[in-house]
């Protein structure tokens, strides 16, 4: 049984304390916190999250995004893009996870929080980059992990595998150029492991 240096109930009755009506559903499974709050109080929910006496969440552990389009093979139901941070306070030695969801599927904006916690920048730019989350008031809003001249956000589930354009060297014209993805898709069959009794497994009929 693990140990928690603050029960998660009683974490969770004193933020919910601390932020009121701001916080749109609160849960505690597997010993962890989450939280979620509306896009238009995230901004304000961050700030109280670490300057609340009973919170004190000083530290963004990371911010990542999720695309849930296609959650558990199932059609999705609410909003599709989500921003997820882990934070932590190292005075009160608790955590908490903190989520959001974009209002707008098809362009998601959710306003940035760099001014509360640094550590939230470069998060921001990577959640930018490949889920296409538009972090609003962030000073350098670029790509991070991808070339400058890439189309798309990768990380979305409905990106092609093989993605949009492809880089190659051309010899006529002596330079880098971009061109159509020339590679075809393909199926590929899993292995199909055939020795008698493999790991002690009994032979399948």
């Known amino acids: 049984m693990t140990v928690y ?7 969770q009755a004193q933020v919910n304390v601390a932020l009121g009506e ?16 509306k896009a238009a ?5 961050a700030g109280i999250l670490r ?13 990542c995004g999720v695309d849930y389009s296609t959650y558990k093979d199932e059609p ?8 997820v941070l882990h934070l932590l306070s190292v005075s ?15 362009a998601p904006v959710i306003r940035s929080v760099c001014d509360i916690w640094s ?3 470069w998060f921001e730019r990577e959640a930018f980059d490949l889920y296409g989350i538009v972090f609003e008031g962030h000073d350098d809003l670029r790509r991070i992990l991808t070339d400058y001249g890439f189309i798309g956000h990768p990380f979305r589930k409905d990106f092609p595998l093989s993605g949009h354009v492809e880089m190659r060297y051309d010899a006529e ?24 009794n493999y790991g002690g497994l009994p032979q399948a009929q």
Not at 92 to 106: E, M, S, Y
Request: charged share 25%; aromatic share 8%.
């Open 173 to 196: 014209q002596r330079r880098v150029v971009y061109q159509p993805v020339t590679i075809e898709p393909r199926e590929i069959t899993p292995r199909i492991i055939r020795e008698e």
């Open 92 to 106: 009160l030695n608790q955590r908490i996870r903190l989520k959001v969801f974009a209002t707008d599927d098809d």
């Open 41 to 45: 109080d995230y901004h304000q929910v």
């Open 51 to 63: 300057d609340h006496p009973a919170c004190q969440f000083e530290q963004l552990i990371d911010l």
């Open 119 to 121: 550590a939230a920048n």
């Open 5 to 11: 240096a603050v029960n998660p109930h009683t974490l």
């Open 22 to 37: 701001f916080v749109q559903s609160s849960a505690v499974k597997w010993g962890e916190l989450t939280l979620v709050v």
């Open 76 to 83: 999705q139901l609410g909003q599709r893009f989500c921003v």
